[in-house]
């Protein structure tokens, strides 16, 4: 696909110190690039194998996928430094960076001062043109090691996955996004999990459970208010889908976090 547009919808970005050890499962609604400052990240994507930032190095990942993150702090220290941008980023108007391309887990070490200079200004910008530079600078950087996905996302799931973006916090039900897609329901069921490897209501869920671990970071939202803000009317339900995601209630989730940074 020939790239005429890239547009970042959102960016928002963070530092924290963390502690030696600390282990945890997330998923995030953006790709996300993330610095060990000092110290580094043992990471594995979707139960893959883990990888080793080493010390100032980066890793990404794209939305939705389950990130397992270990904090590993210097020698002789107890915490560790890190920093991280969270991307949404639109091609042409009309589809997602990370649908589109593939990005190897860890930056490769050539690029992390380049990388290490975009964040720098990223993080020391003092209006929204300094941020969006810097954040241009960033996607610069990820173009340059992306690969086109193997498996190519047809249009039509696109745009579901486009519409439950937008709406996922709404009632959707399968009939929806067949209709959207123009598929018979059966049909549009074989196509999505073709295309993504699980079901579509799996796919929502798991986007509605990446949302709210945003909100249990980043707010101080109720859980039950939470569950409802992310499109989930039970909070039984809502928990136990978050507890099998992540390996943690959302109280527990949330008093992990607190305790990192």
Known sequence: MEITKIQIDSII??????????????????????????????????????????????????????????????????FMNARWAFLDVSVNSAYRLDYLYEFPLILPKELNTEMNAAFDALFESRSVCDTMIAGYRIIKLLLSIAAPKKI?????????????????????????????????KSHFFAVFKTN??????????????????????????????????????????????????????PQKYRGLLNRSV
């Not at 690039?33 to 580094?40: A, H, I, L, P």
């Not at 486009?162 to 996922?168: D, E, G, L, V």
């Not at 799996?202 to 249990?216: I, Q």
């Open 13 to 78: 970005f963070n530092s924290g110190i963390m502690p030696d050890g600390n282990r945890h499962f997330k998923a995030l609604p953006n790709l996300s690039v993330v610095q060990s400052v000092t110290g580094s990240y043992a990471v594995g994507i979707d139960g893959g194998p883990l990888s080793d930032t080493g010390e100032g190095g980066f890793f990404i990942a794209p939305s939705i996928v389950t990130q397992e993150i270990i904090h590993c702090a210097p020698e002789s220290q107890s």
């Open 152 to 184: 190519r996302t047809s249009e039509p799931i696109l745009n579901v996955i486009n519409y439950i973006a937008a709406k996922y916090n709404e009632p959707l039900k399968v009939d929806d996004m067949a209709r959207m897609a123009h598929m018979s």
């Open 196 to 249: 993504l490897g699980i079901s579509p209501m799996a796919y929502l869920n798991n986007y509605r459970l990446a949302r709210a671990s945003v909100l249990l970071a980043c707010s101080s939202m109720p859980v039950n208010s939470i569950a409802r803000e992310v499109g989930f009317d039970d909070q039984l339900y809502f928990s136990r889908l978050f507890k099998r995601a992540f390996g943690l209630s």
